[in-house]
């Protein structure tokens, strides 16, 4: 599984570029996309450790888990979270009128990036400077420094909401 401590610092090598020559337009792009992976893994590692435990990982069912979770699952609830007051559907599912602000601080970031690394990923035409992947790479490790603040009963709750998709 990657390692989201990893990845980010690849992503802090690639946007720092070498003292020689600035960052290539590939290496800005990978770090911004790298740098959202980071956010990303230690999410699904969250739940997966959450739901099976850790030192699970061989477990068929770790892998399940962690390969439930959708980048536009995550993203829909990320933006449902940012927010003073949660709507009342959401306040119902999660028990509570609001998720805290280093929850808020993570949603808010890992849309925010996510959004980037879309276009860093899949537009050939978007410009992205050495700011822009540096950026990035404060963002992601922020927000994943917010996530790691947040109380263990909202993560979970959270990290529920974002691999099920409840009815009604």
């Given amino acids: 599984m990657p390692d989201p401590a990893e990845l980010l610092a690849v992503a802090r090598l690639l946007a720092e570029g070498g003292t020689e020559m600035p960052p290539s337009d590939a290496q800005l792009r990978r770090a911004v996309s790298s740098a959202y992976y980071a956010m990303f893994h230690t999410v699904v590692?969250?739940?997966a450790q959450r739901f099976m435990g850790p030192g699970n990982e061989a477990c068929p069912g770790y892998n399940l888990i962690y390969r439930g979770f959708t980048?536009?699952?995550?993203?829909?609830?990320?933006?449902?979270?940012?927010?003073?007051?949660?709507?009342p559907r959401l306040q119902e599912q999660l028990g509570r009128q609001s998720v805290?602000?280093?929850?808020?601080?993570?949603?808010?970031?890992?849309?925010?990036?996510?959004?980037?690394?879309?276009?860093?990923?899949?537009?050939?035409?978007?410009v992205l400077g050495q700011s822009d992947?540096?950026?990035?790479?404060?963002?992601?490790?922020?927000?994943?420094?917010?996530f790691a603040r947040t109380a263990p009963e909202v993560q979970a709750d959270v990290l529920a909401l974002m691999l099920v998709s409840s009815r009604g």
Avoid at 71 to 87: E, Q
Wanted: charged fraction near 30%.
């Fill in 100 to 126: 805290g602000q280093d929850m808020r601080n993570f949603a808010s970031g890992f849309v925010a990036l996510q959004e980037l690394r879309e276009l860093a990923d899949y537009d050939s035409r978007a």
């Fill in 45 to 47: 590692r969250a739940g």
């Fill in 71 to 87: 980048h536009s699952r995550l993203k829909d609830v990320c933006k449902r979270l940012d927010v003073a007051r949660l709507a």
């Fill in 133 to 146: 992947a540096i950026g990035s790479v404060e963002t992601a490790d922020l927000a994943v420094q917010a």
